[in-house]
C-alpha cells in the first residue's frame, strides 16, 4: 500500500511543485520586462498553477517521453543482459550511453564554468549535466552477482551502489528544476515582447482622480474637468490595462 501511495503522490507532487516554480519563473520575467515587481501583483499559488498550464504542456511531454524511452531501454538492455547468448552483445553496448553521458556531461561543465556560451534560450546547461550524470550513472543499475549478499564487502558494494543512484536521482531532480527555471524565464521574455509589440491592441483604460497624478508620456492624456460638482478633477486617456490582480490595476501608455 505504501509502493503504490509512493508511485502516486511523489509524480504529482513533483509535477504540483514544476507547475508553480514555472509560474513564478515565467511571471516574474514576463512582468519585470514590463516594468512590475511581480511580488506588487500579489498572485495566490493557484494564480501562478493556472497561468503555466498551457507553456508546461511541452517540457512536460519531452522530459515524460525521454523517461519512458530511457527506462524501456534500460529494461530491454538488461533482460539481454540476462538472456544466454545476448549477454556478450548487451555488455558491447553498455559503452554507448556511457560515452554520450560524458560527452553531454562535458557540455554541460563547459557552459557551466563559462568555457562555452550557449546563445539559445533553450536550457543546454542544466539538460546536459542532467542527461549526461544520468547516463553514466546507468552503469551501476544491471544487477551484479552477489551485490546483494547481507554482510560483507558485496553488502557495503550494493549499499554504496544504492546511495550513488539516489545522488545521480537528486541531481537529476535539481537539474529538472533549473531547466524549467530557464525555459521559464525565457518563455516570459518572449511573452513581454509580445504584449509590447500588441499593446495597441489591449483594452483601453480611462483613469479618473481627485487630484493631479502626474503621468507622462507620449501617448497619455490630461484633461482638467472643471464644475463645481466634480467629485473627479483630472482625467486620464491614452492607458492600456496589463493584469488586473489583487484589487489593483497594472497600466502601460498606448505607446
Known amino acids: 500500500m505504501l509502493e503504490t501511495a509512493a508511485l502516486v503522490l511523489a509524480p504529482t507532487t513533483v509535477i504540483t511543485a514544476l507547475l508553480f516554480y514555472f509560474g513564478w519563473a515565467r511571471t516574474n520575467a514576463l512582468f519585470g520586462r514590463l516594468g512590475i515587481?511581480?511580488?506588487?501583483?500579489?498572485f495566490t499559488v493557484?494564480?501562478?498553477?493556472?497561468?503555466?498550464?498551457?507553456?508546461?504542456?511541452?517540457?512536460?511531454?519531452?522530459?515524460?517521453l525521454a523517461a519512458v524511452a530511457g527506462l524501456s531501454a534500460h529494461?530491454?538492455?538488461?533482460?539481454?543482459?540476462?538472456?544466454?547468448?545476448?549477454?556478450?552483445?548487451?555488455?558491447?553496448?553498455?559503452?554507448?550511453?556511457?560515452?554520450?553521458?560524458?560527452?553531454l556531461l562535458l557540455a554541460g561543465l563547459s557552459g557551466l564554468w563559462g568555457l562555452v556560451r550557449y546563445r539559445v534560450d533553450f536550457p543546454v546547461v542544466p539538460l546536459s549535466?542532467?542527461?549526461?550524470?544520468g547516463l553514466l550513472g546507468l552503469r551501476c543499475l544491471p544487477p551484479r552477482a552477489g551485490a546483494g549478499a547481507p554482510?560483507?564487502?558485496?553488502?557495503?558494494?550494493?549499499?554504496?551502489?544504492?546511495?550513488?543512484?539516489?545522488?545521480?536521482?537528486?541531481?537529476?531532480?535539481?537539474?529538472?528544476?533549473?531547466?524549467?527555471?530557464?525555459?521559464?524565464q525565457a518563455r516570459g521574455v518572449r511573452e513581454a515582447a509580445r504584449v509590447a509589440a500588441t499593446i495597441s491592441r489591449r483594452p483601453d483604460v480611462?483613469?479618473?482622480?481627485?487630484?493631479?497624478?502626474?503621468?507622462?508620456?507620449?501617448?497619455?492624456?490630461?484633461?482638467?474637468?472643471?464644475?463645481p460638482d466634480t467629485a473627479y478633477?483630472?482625467?486620464?486617456?491614452?492607458?492600456?490595462?496589463?493584469?488586473?490582480?489583487?484589487?489593483?490595476?497594472?497600466?502601460?501608455?498606448?505607446?
Open 75 to 103: 529494461i530491454a538492455l538488461t533482460r539481454a543482459m540476462a538472456t544466454p547468448g545476448r549477454a556478450g552483445l548487451a555488455e558491447r553496448l553498455w559503452p554507448v550511453p556511457m560515452v554520450m553521458g560524458g560527452l
Open 46 to 64: 493557484q494564480d501562478y498553477m493556472l497561468r503555466s498550464v498551457n507553456s508546461t504542456f511541452r517540457p512536460l511531454s519531452v522530459v515524460l
Open 151 to 184: 554482510g560483507g564487502a558485496g553488502g557495503r558494494a550494493a549499499n554504496a551502489a544504492g546511495a550513488r543512484r539516489t545522488v545521480v536521482a537528486i541531481f537529476v531532480l535539481v537539474m529538472l528544476f533549473w531547466s524549467v527555471a530557464v525555459y521559464a
Open 37 to 42: 515587481d511581480q511580488s506588487a501583483l500579489g
Open 206 to 227: 480611462t483613469v479618473y482622480s481627485a487630484r493631479r497624478l502626474h503621468l507622462a508620456g507620449p501617448a497619455i492624456r490630461e484633461t482638467e474637468l472643471r464644475g
Open 233 to 255: 478633477r483630472f482625467r486620464y486617456t491614452g492607458l492600456k490595462l496589463v493584469v488586473r490582480s489583487g484589487g489593483k490595476w497594472f497600466l502601460l501608455p498606448a505607446s
Open 129 to 133: 549535466l542532467g542527461a549526461g550524470l
